[in-house]
C-alpha cells in the first residue's frame, strides 16, 4: 500500500518538476529562442508564407545577454527580425544591407554599396516594369507607400546619389526585392529594435486556402482549420522542414 504521506510526498514532487519545467520554457523564449511564423511574401524564396522559425535572441546581444557572452556585430547580408519601427507591435523580417557608416543605393535594381555592388544570389525580381523609386532608390520622386516622417529624413541623408546609413540603424530589405515593405518605404531599423537571427525553420506548411476558396465568415474560417489538421501531413513542406536560414 501507498500511504497519504508517499502520495503527498509525490504530488510536491510532480508539481516541482511541472514549475521547473514552465520556468525554464519562460526563460528560453523571454531570453534564448522564440518562434515567429512568416506572413508575407517579402522575403521569398529564402523565407515562405507558412514557415514557422526559431529566432536566436541571443547572437547580438543586448539586455541580459551581454552579462552571458560576447555578442556578434550585425553584418552586411545578415537576415534579422526587428520590431517594425513604424508600428513596434508588429515583427518583420528582412536581410541587412547597410551598416552604420554605410552608403546605400540602387543601381538598376542592383544594391551598391560603398561603391561596390553587392553580390546577392538569393534575391529574386517579379515585376515586368521599372519603378524609379524602387529600383533607382534614392533618387526616384516621392511615392504614396512612402512614410511622410521617413521622407523628410531620407532627403537629409541623401550626399551624391547615396543613403548614408546614421549611427545605431540599419538598412534592410526583403529578398523578393519587388515585393518588400522594406526601408525604401519606412526608413532604418534602430539597433534596439532587432530581436534576433532565424536559426532554422522548425515547421513548415503550404497554406490551407491554397486548396481553398477565401475564408470570407467565422464558418469559412473553421472549416479552413479543420481542414488543415485533417490534412497536415499533405499540406506539410517536408522538405522545408528544419532548413538553416542563411
Known amino acids: 500500500m501507498i500511504d497519504a504521506g508517499t502520495r503527498r510526498t509525490d504530488w510536491v514532487g510532480s508539481v516541482q518538476s511541472l514549475l521547473s519545467t514552465v520556468v525554464i520554457a519562460v526563460f528560453v523564449i523571454a531570453f534564448v529562442v522564440q518562434a515567429f511564423q512568416i506572413p508575407s511574401e517579402s522575403m521569398e524564396r529564402t523565407l515562405l508564407i507558412g514557415d514557422y522559425l526559431l529566432v536566436d535572441k541571443l547572437t547580438y546581444g543586448g539586455g541580459f545577454a551581454n552579462a552571458i557572452m560576447p555578442y556578434q556585430p550585425i553584418r552586411r547580408g545578415d537576415v534579422i527580425v526587428f520590431h517594425y519601427p513604424v508600428h513596434p507591435s508588429e515583427h518583420f523580417v528582412k536581410r541587412v544591407v547597410g551598416v552604420p557608416g554605410d552608403r546605400v543605393r540602387l543601381v538598376n535594381r542592383q544594391v551598391e554599396v560603398n561603391g561596390t555592388l553587392l553580390n546577392e544570389p538569393y534575391v529574386i525580381h517579379r515585376a515586368a516594369s521599372h519603378d524609379a523609386f524602387r529600383d533607382e532608390f534614392p533618387r526616384g520622386g516621392l511615392v ?64 490551407a486556402s491554397d486548396d481553398l476558396p477565401a475564408a470570407s465568415g467565422p464558418s469559412d474560417k473553421l472549416y479552413h482549420f479543420a481542414y488543415a489538421v485533417s490534412h497536415l501531413f499533405q499540406i506539410t513542406r517536408w522538405d522545408r522542414t528544419f532548413r538553416v536560414i542563411k
Open 144 to 207: 504614396p507607400q512612402v512614410e511622410a516622417q521617413w521622407w523628410l529624413q531620407m532627403r537629409k541623408l541623401v550626399e551624391d546619389g547615396e543613403l548614408i546609413v546614421p549611427e545605431k540603424s540599419y538598412f534592410v530589405l526583403g529578398d523578393n526585392r519587388d515585393e518588400s515593405l522594406d526601408s525604401r518605404y519606412w526608413g532604418f531599423v534602430p539597433r534596439e529594435n532587432i530581436i534576433g537571427r532565424p536559426l532554422l525553420i522548425y515547421w513548415s506548411l503550404r497554406t
